[in-house]
DNA sequence: GTCTATAAATGGATAGAC
DNA sequence: GTCTATCCATTTATAGAC
């Protein structure tokens, strides 16, 4: 049976870039879903076919392979997936609230389902796909990281903190913050909604973070 | 269909368990070696049984399915694995020391080869099943975190360090000591020998955590 | 460009001999 | 208990019509 006839295309100078023929982005999303919600290795082309109302055929005249189909969808959906992570904002608040704030929303975001299936598939396949474990990396952690220590690097020279090594010091607040809630989510130990204990994880972690970076101490540490 | 068999009484005084027949005991030798190089999903008992010189029916025979062999190899394989975890050892030293220890043993531990294809393994297929991921869960993070946590409690009470919650301290110190490490190694962004940068990162870790918890402070705090 | 139909290979599972 | 041989569903990939 015909499927739905669509309106040819006839305007390509309209968006940006992203400007492709409705049944290759049908089949974009469709592959989207399917390798993020079963894997790579389970996730079938007849299963992404089926979604995308579409043919295995058209698949292979566009994507050539199915390692080719996941390289293109599951990099471009990298990008727009850590889009956020890279909006480095100004924030004048004191150094706990500013964390507090961009702690619940980066843990928030790290359990949502989307990051989390994201996760298990860049673990699962990352040594098959080098260049997307590249990205990924480079995308999320790196540049979480690297924000944060901005910030923490402009508090530090208005002496609000201390902090010798702010990419170490980021990297240990990103870090207690995912603690086991985030070994928990990945694994389906628990499911959401998370808020009431990314709220408990948040407030300690900040605790911690401001009792070992605080500036009023009275040892005698090392100058600097 | 034989259900799986299970250990046999008898003779359990000597031997602590796995008194198995040559052909079981190589199967199950192969399916570990290929459900943690190759996945659940990618591992096939083709592969599997070429590996143990067996064949597919003599599987069947005594595991009953691939899912039945995959729970019954990966069940027992976590209790083995993380064994090491679980020996709470007493430690006299000061606590910098006995932290830089544990760190170091823990550390090496979670990037070596096996523990790193057996987490991508539980993230992989957490979800699908539970009750592996519950074990790796109770057997792994928690033990380890339990186990550090009793000895943070105990020097809190000689007052050589303060921690009112030790098991969030034990926590933390614990994912700020994996880090963005773990995340290379385990999406293969990085390849061993991890040496250098596991001692380069349990060194701050230990100094993060002293700096956070050691008594020596004023606690002029405004509110505490 | 997109479809139907099919090839070719793989993999889970079983029957039946020994 | 273990093997060989086979069944059958699924899956990647392609050929050829429209």
Redesign the pocket.
């Known amino acids: ?3 739905c006839p669509r309106s040819k295309p006839g305007k390509t100078a309209a968006a940006p870039r992203r400007r492709r ?4 982005r049908a089949i974009v999303a469709a592959a989207e879903q399917v390798f993020l919600e079963r894997g790579y ?7 992404v ?1 089926r979604r995308a ?10 994507f ?5 189909l996941f390289r293109a969808i599951i990099g471009e959906k990298i990008n727009e997936i850590f889009e956020p992570v890279r909006q480095g904002e100004a924030h004048h608040a004191p150094v706990p609230i500013v964390l507090h704030g961009l702690g619940t929303a980066f843990l928030r975001r790290m359990l949502s389902p989307v990051v989390l299936k994201f996760y298990r598939l860049i673990v699962s396949q990352g040594t098959q796909f080098p260049e997307l474990a590249q990205t990924w990396f480079a995308n999320g952690p790196k540049t979480a990281i690297a924000t944060l220590a901005a910030f923490l690097r402009e508090r530090h020279a208005s002496g609000e903190i201390v902090v010798a090594t702010p990419d170490l010091a980021a990297e240990f607040f990103l870090m207690s913050l995912r603690g086991v809630l985030h070994l928990q989510a990945v694994t389906g130990l628990i499911v959401p909604p998370f808020d009431k204990a990314i709220a408990a994880k948040v407030s300690a972690a900040v605790e911690m973070f401001m009792r070992a970076y605080a500036p009023q101490r009275v040892t005698q540490r090392r100058g600097r």
């Open positions: 049976m015909k499927s023929e409705p049944r290759i290795e389970a996730g079938s082309l007849d299963d076919a109302n579409a043919s295995k055929a058209t698949i292979y005249a566009h050539g392979s199915k390692v080719g």
